[in-house]
């Protein structure tokens, strides 16, 4: 299962994103999603799993939940905005969600990809809406296989050539 991941599109669906998410099986959204439609665009790709963030109205808040839990391919997945955790970082993320096995989330605008406790995957896709912080717009694809740890991967979106998928 191939899973395309982002985060703080604050309404802005890059083209470079309908590239990169071509060939996904399913779409995490990590919150501040911008309006609902996005969401819908999204889905057009692939089944999207979403998430409220701090600056989402109400129509994305009537949506999607506050932390979404599900499980892909046998891996336990938790996506959460991370707002409700200050500046959120993967131990305090792992903390929070101990059973979780895969764990996404947005909020810092800042791409990450961690292994904690050796087992749990954290990844922070960056934010995929406006570049911030000097950083550019990211997203994220991970790869599921029942019984192989996951292998993921953060992908910058402006530098992306969009030639790869083809």
Do not use: W
């Amino acid at each position: 299962m191939r899973l395309g991941i982002i985060s703080d599109t604050h309404g802005k669906l890059r083209p470079e994103v309908l590239d990169v998410f071509a060939e996904v099986d399913q779409i995490l959204h990590g919150g501040d999603v911008g309006p609902a439609e996005l969401l819908d665009r999204l889905a057009e790709l692939a089944p999207v799993t979403a998430v409220y963030g701090n600056v989402d109205g109400l129509e994305v808040r009537k949506r999607c939940p506050k932390v979404a839990r599900l499980e892909l391919d046998g891996f336990i997945v938790v996506v959460t905005h991370g707002d409700q955790f200050g500046s959120p970082t993967p131990g305090i993320l792992h903390k929070e969600f101990p059973d979780a096995e895969i764990i996404v989330y947005g909020h810092t605008h800042r791409p990450q990809l961690e292994l904690v406790d050796q087992t749990v995957t954290v990844m922070n896709p960056g934010s995929a809406g406006a570049a911030r912080f000097g950083v550019p717009p990211s997203v994220g694809i991970m790869e599921l296989e029942p019984g192989i740890p996951p292998r993921a991967r953060l992908v910058p979106l402006l530098e992306y050539p969009r030639q790869q998928l083809r």
